[in-house]
């Protein structure tokens, strides 16, 4: 399959238009802007007991921080699915989570206006042995709660991310 693809590749450049293979005019992007690179990873796991091993983070404010959320869990992601939302200060934890048990078609994060403004952050929906990261920064100090979406799961799947 390697050798096809590499075939087929230069078959298209050797055919491809001369103006297609010349540089780009001055001031053109070429090139895929870079991740940031964070100025804090951390690692957060979430098992079958609906808990994450993290009720509360401190974050410095204005950095770039990487957080990888790991399911530890046995039980099948339809059954036992877990997310990391980050919500943004002054959102009504408990109404925004009821908005999200019935988002099914988007992985339980809610697709309104306003519901999508509410998060700063979130994973996918992950299942058992899974892991995915994020990249965020909270530039203004304070607390902001976060939870796993998964119906049911935020009265005991939150906790609180403060900003100093």
Do not use: R
């Not at 690692?43 to 790991?70: H, R, S, Y």
């Not at 998964?150 to 005991?156: D, E, K, T, V």
């Amino acid at each position: 399959m390697k050798k096809l693809t590499t075939t087929l590749f230069a078959a298209a450049l050797t055919l491809a238009p001369a103006s297609l293979l010349a540089a780009p005019a001055a001031g053109t992007a070429t090139e895929k802007k870079e991740d940031k690179k964070a100025d804090l990873e951390i690692t957060v796991t979430c098992n079958d007991q609906m808990q994450f091993d993290k009720k509360e983070i401190e974050v410095p404010a204005g950095k770039v921080v990487k957080l990888t959320l790991k399911n530890v869990g046995q039980v099948p992601k339809v059954a036992m699915g877990h997310n990391f939302v980050i919500l943004n200060k002054g959102t009504n934890l408990s109404a925004w989570a009821m908005k999200a048990m019935v988002a099914k078609p988007t992985d339980f994060i809610p697709t309104e206006e306003a519901d999508k403004k509410a998060i700063l952050a979130h994973t996918k929906l992950l299942g058992p042995g899974e892991e995915d990261s994020i990249i965020f920064t909270i530039k203004e100090a304070g607390d902001y709660e976060f939870l796993c979406s998964f119906p049911g799961h935020f009265a005991l799947m939150k906790g609180k991310i403060t900003a100093k």
